[in-house]
């Protein structure tokens, strides 16, 4: 048989050297693939992106597309004056469009040189490409990132008819992959029909990087190495921003310090909101608890640190299904996480984490449960690791992809 030639679809590229569940997942899917039997392509919009021949057999560099981030770089970020949040704005929505137009004429171009369009995400920079290739008789499969992609947008985007557009185009493609239970349902209430939906995660874990510490000797030794206290250890990894909620985190540890229960939160991840994180660091002040917060920032260290922690929190109020949940059960530890999309997926709850209500109450309650019951802790980090390995690891999500991609296929008309 022929080998699968896929076009991944990534606007914000795709490597572990970028920030985010998109880029470093969709670099992480394909990184284990077999070249004998597979192909693979990456159309993107970031400049940055680095080469990675070891994954992609050719990258294509759609045109740029500007990122909030860059503008705030530019001195016109998010916490400026009305109209400079107003100017990035129309800034992000012309670099958008120049996109869309680029990517349609390339996709004119190549879309025969592939066999299915793998699309991260479900915003109008890979959803109106993916349709682009369908029209050209490309299968394609886009994958869900978080559950907002499919809130209704801005009053304005509304009104412009932009949110159902988006939607018909959603029905339009080949198969859709849901992340998570919540995300399937609210595909179905799109529309979507049911037989186009594929329940998957974006990407698996690497159940060889990421896997539990040998003992407590080797996890005080490796704590050192990373200039971390030798003490129970709370890690939260992701951006510090509003959405992901670990504000929630600095009263929750003052709790604990309450209880007479030793604690530190070790914060892995760039502050993409400078505001969020200073107020966080004002409210650590005043709850007394600043000395006992390891601010880790940006690190490629994560595995290592999974392994340093005793436990994971990720009070977050919309996600699809993090990877970093996924890599903590991985690493033999127990997450707490909030009741939104992907925590009954990840989570059996009791079993092998702690699932708290959406809004974040009972962070607390869960902490001190874990913390005062290291046995119960140590029970659910086995638990996880076990259904880790069972459902979540490379190779059984890509095989399962890459079924997927090979079914769209044969649904391709002849000479297509």
């Known amino acids: 048989m022929d080998k699968l030639n896929i076009l991944l679809w990534s606007s914000k590229g795709a490597s572990t050297a970028f920030y985010g569940g998109g880029p470093i997942a969709a670099f992480r899917l394909y990184q284990n693939r077999d070249p004998a039997t597979t192909r693979l392509a990456l159309a993107h919009g970031r400049a940055e992106q680095p080469p990675h021949p070891e994954v992609f057999d050719e990258q294509h560099f759609v045109t740029g597309l500007w990122r909030p981030a860059d503008f705030a770089r530019n001195g016109s970020g998010a916490g400026g004056a009305p109209h400079a949040a107003l100017l990035n704005d129309l800034r992000l929505v012309a670099a958008k469009a120049n996109f869309i137009a680029r990517a349609r004429g390339w996709l004119q171009q190549n879309a025969n040189r592939y066999d299915v369009f793998h699309g991260i995400g479900i915003h109008a920079d890979a959803l109106t490409p993916a349709v682009c290739a369908h029209a050209a008789g490309m299968p394609t499969v886009m994958t869900t990132l978080i559950e907002g992609e499919l809130n209704r947008p801005s009053r304005f985007a509304s009104l412009c008819g932009l949110y159902r557009r988006r939607m018909a185009e959603l029905r339009a493609v080949s198969a859709v992959v849901a992340i998570s239970s919540n995300i399937h349902r609210r595909l179905l ?13 974006l990407a698996g874990v690497d159940t060889e990087l990421f896997q539990p510490i040998a003992n407590l000797e080797a996890r005080a030794a490796l704590r050192a190495e990373l ?35 030793d604690l530190q939160l070790l914060l892995a991840g760039p502050e993409h909101d400078k505001g969020y994180a200073q107020r966080m660091r004002t409210e650590a002040e005043r709850l007394g608890v600043a000395e006992h917060i390891v601010w880790y920032g940006f690190t490629r260290r994560m595995s290592e640190l999974m392994r340093a922690a005793d436990l994971l929190a ?29 925590a009954r997926d990840a989570i059996d709850d009791g079993v092998n984490g702690a699932i708290i209500p959406a809004d974040g109450s009972g962070l607390a309650d869960a902490l001190a449960g874990y913390l005062g019951e290291p046995a119960r ?17 490379n190779r059984v999500v890509l095989e399962r992809y890459l079924r997927i991609f090979d079914n769209v296929r044969r649904l391709r008309p002849p000479g297509a």
């Not at 802790?377 to 690891?393: D, W, Y």
Request: charged content about 25%.
């Open 227 to 261: 200039g971390v206290a030798d003490r129970p250890t709370c890690l939260f990894a992701g951006t510090i921003q509003g959405r992901k909620r670990p504000h929630l985190l600095v009263p929750a540890l003052a709790e604990m310090r309450a209880r007479g229960l």
């Open 314 to 342: 990720l009070p977050s109020e919309d996600e699809g299904m993090p990877g970093v949940v996924m890599e903590a059960m991985a690493s033999g530890i127990p997450c707490i996480y909030t009741d939104i999309s992907g």
């Open 189 to 201: 209430e799109a529309g979507v029909h049911e037989d186009r939906i594929v329940d998957l995660p």
């Open 377 to 393: 802790m140590a029970a659910h980090g086995r638990a996880a690791r076990e259904k880790a390995e069972r459902q979540f690891s």
